[in-house]
């Protein structure tokens, strides 16, 4: 279990899955080919066989005797037809590793989504006799508004997602819709980073000094950050995204702030430093 410790807050990773193999089915542009041409990303995050590594986790954060989920994953007997691996999948130790980490799900009192796509709020639920019910009763899930008003608006862009991991859990009250610079306490605040989805942020963490950022998907390999222009097939507006991936790579290159992947395998995080007309993921 890798975990940071970012002046007096702590984040620790809880891994669900790791996908190794082609990305092309996200990345359309991150074949082997030219996954290899980016020589700073072996052998962490591409295998010398131009194969990639990534990972499907959260991110625990301790943060002024907050307890805090970044993300939950995919979680299990989700309804997921249009993506095989992942439909109605069951086992794996995700709670119990939650649970090792120091995070009983009755102890979480907050669940950050910083987007409501499928692999970000599965655990939000569990299914318990026939009915979805929410994973982590006692947390505020703290959602930007403009996040959820646009997957409220269309649910069924998604399939099932929305009404097995979104609604079951604003329905039983746990919601706060924010804005997209909400403060979750003085050491813990979203980061407006649209494009992947309407409403998407990303997580900054600052104390004593320090600082990290956990990114989300406005990156899903460190690639993106050597080729900004590398779309995710999943983007609601590619454009913007590249537009906010840029913009934070201009913000946070060639300073002390730790860039935390959402997707990114071991070692998952890293300081950017610009990289020619780019930037690369200094380990």
Same mark, same amino acid.
């Given at each position: 279990?890798?975990?940071?410790?970012?002046?007096?807050?702590?984040?620790?990773?809880?891994?669900?899955?790791?996908?190794?193999?082609?990305?092309?089915?996200?990345? &359309?542009?991150?074949?082997?080919?030219? =996954?290899? @041409?980016?020589?700073?990303?072996?052998?962490?995050?591409?295998?010398?066989?131009?194969?990639?590594?990534?990972?499907?986790?959260?991110?625990?954060?301790?943060?002024?005797?907050?307890?805090?989920?970044?993300?939950?994953?995919?979680?299990?007997?989700?309804?997921?037809?249009?993506?095989? @691996?992942?439909?109605?999948?069951?086992?794996?130790?995700?709670?119990?590793? =939650?649970?090792?980490?120091?995070?009983?799900? +009755?102890?979480?009192?907050?669940?950050?989504?910083?987007? $409501?796509?499928?692999?970000?709020?599965?655990?939000?639920?569990?299914?318990?006799?026939?009915?979805?019910?929410?994973? *982590?009763?006692?947390?505020?899930?703290?959602?930007?508004?403009? +996040?959820?008003?646009?997957?409220? !608006?269309?649910?069924?862009?998604?399939?099932?997602?929305? %009404? +097995?991991?979104?609604?079951?859990? *604003?329905? %039983?009250?746990?919601?706060?819709?924010?804005?997209?610079?909400?403060?979750?306490?003085?050491?813990?605040?979203?980061?407006?980073?649209?494009?992947?989805?309407?409403?998407?942020?990303?997580?900054?963490?600052?104390?004593?000094?320090?600082?990290?950022?956990?990114?989300?998907? =406005?990156?899903?390999?460190?690639?993106? *950050? @050597?080729? &900004?222009?590398?779309?995710?097939?999943?983007?609601?507006?590619?454009?913007? !995204?590249?537009?906010?991936?840029?913009? *934070?790579?201009?913000?946070? @290159?060639?300073? &002390?702030? $730790?860039?935390?992947?959402?997707?990114?395998?071991? &070692?998952?995080?890293?300081?950017?430093?610009?990289?020619?007309?780019?930037?690369?993921?200094?380990?």
């Amino acid at each position: 279990m890798q975990q940071w410790k970012i002046g007096d807050v702590t984040i620790t990773k809880v891994v669900e899955f790791e996908i190794p193999g082609k990305v092309t089915w996200i990345l &359309p542009e991150a074949t082997s080919e030219n =996954l290899l @041409a980016i020589d700073w990303c072996r052998p962490h995050f591409v295998r010398d066989d131009g194969q990639s590594l990534m990972s499907v986790h959260a991110l625990l954060v301790e943060s002024q005797e907050r307890r805090i989920v970044v993300d939950t994953c995919i979680g299990n007997d989700k309804n997921l037809p249009h993506m095989r @691996a992942w439909h109605r999948k069951t086992g794996g130790s995700f709670l119990e590793d =939650l649970i090792r980490a120091g995070f009983r799900p +009755e102890s979480v009192d907050t669940v950050l989504c910083t987007h $409501l796509h499928v692999d970000h709020v599965g655990w939000n639920t569990r299914l318990q006799d026939g009915r979805w019910v929410p994973t *982590f009763p006692n947390a505020r899930h703290l959602w930007n508004r403009a +996040e959820y008003e646009y997957w409220e !608006s269309d649910s069924e862009i998604q399939g099932d997602v929305v %009404a +097995e991991s979104v609604t079951p859990v *604003f329905e %039983a009250g746990l919601v706060d819709l924010v804005t997209e610079d909400h403060v979750v306490t003085d050491e813990v605040r979203l980061e407006s980073t649209p494009g992947h989805t309407p409403g998407h942020v990303s997580v900054h963490v600052s104390s004593r000094g320090e600082e990290a950022v956990i990114t989300g998907d =406005l990156t899903h390999h460190p690639a993106q *950050f @050597a080729r &900004p222009e590398w779309h995710s097939r999943a983007d609601w507006d590619g454009a913007m !995204s590249e537009a906010s991936r840029r913009a *934070f790579c201009e913000r946070y @290159a060639d300073r &002390p702030v $730790l860039i935390i992947g959402t997707h990114f395998a071991t &070692p998952t995080a890293g300081h950017l430093v610009r990289d020619g007309d780019a930037w690369r993921l200094d380990l």
